[in-house]
């Protein structure tokens, strides 16, 4: 009863400040709707606002999401998939926990599926993210070494640049290379579209690869600092490498381990059934 008097109480205090807002805005000549677009203008306006927007925007290209998820996604749209993957989250785990199961923990089973169905979108980014730099390091070594030779061979740093996507495999750092080659073709600045490149990954590689590149364009006499780029992406290839193998050995380790526990368990079962044989036998 005390729940529904406070109920009662915090509808009647919601209706009569909506009904004072409403008297105030008819007062003023505005709508609830010109109110509230002028209350988001306001919001897009703060420099507080445009910070977090060009923060995660950022993040998210630097992580890969116009790749993984959608190409060109923004910030809005982004907030927009999570709302609603954790408002469908929200409302199977009630149903299912509360309506059909009426668990007793039903509702922190709840809560606590609609947190992970919220950051859901994040750790599935960097784990692509992670994944998508090991896979990598074997085109940004053919692609340093693609520019290198261009270089040697009397190439513009551009005409190397836009040769050396011919050599990328890798889908995510292909559509980037594509993407600079599109925007050297219009006439944009090298550095501009090295911005770009850059920014569309949290490759320390690829960061490596564009200083590399600007100070190329700038002096000319960087082959060598391109050559130790090449060996530095190379040691961190079979670094890569090693801990590819290492969690390889770890799995073969484990299934060899289970293998032995079944045949053990089998083994010992095959003598307590004889045991048990030679006791009735008796």
């Not at 919001?43 to 606002?49: D, E, L, M, P, Q």
């Amino acid at each position: 009863m005390k729940t529904v008097l406070q109920l009662l109480f915090l509808l009647v205090a919601a209706l009569l400040f909506t009904t004072i807002q409403s008297l105030l805005l008819r007062k003023s000549g505005r709508t609830s709707l010109t109110f509230v677009k002028e209350e988001l203008e306001r919001a897009g306006n703060s420099k507080t606002f445009k910070n977090f927007v060009g923060k995660k925007q950022i993040w998210l290209k630097k992580h890969g999401a116009d790749v993984f998820l959608q190409d060109g996604i923004l910030v809005s749209r982004w907030y927009l998939y999570k709302f609603v993957m954790a408002a469908f989250t929200e409302s199977i785990t009630y149903l299912i926990a509360v309506k059909v199961f009426q668990a007793g923990a039903g509702i922190p089973i709840t809560v606590a599926s609609t947190v992970i169905a919220w950051f859901f979108l994040d750790i599935y980014l960097v784990l692509e993210d992670k994944q998508s730099k090991e896979a990598m390091m074997a085109d940004i070594c053919e692609m340093s070494r693609s520019v290198l030779y261009g270089k040697k061979g009397g190439q513009y740093i551009i005409d190397a640049i836009k040769d050396a996507v011919l050599v990328v495999e890798n889908k995510r750092l292909k559509m980037a290379m594509i993407r600079m080659k599109t925007d050297l073709d219009a006439g944009r600045s090298l550095d501009e579209a090295l911005s770009d490149f850059e920014l569309s990954f949290s490759s320390v590689e690829i960061a490596s690869f564009c200083t590399v590149i600007r100070s190329l364009q700038s002096t000319g006499h960087v082959e060598e600092a391109l050559k130790s780029l090449e060996n530095n992406i190379e040691r961190g290839q079979a670094g890569v490498n090693k801990r590819q193998c290492i969690v390889l050995e770890n799995k073969t380790l484990a299934y060899v381990m289970m293998i032995a526990f079944d045949l053990l368990i089998m083994i010992l079962y095959c003598i307590i059934m004889k045991l048990l044989d030679m006791q009735i036998a008796f």
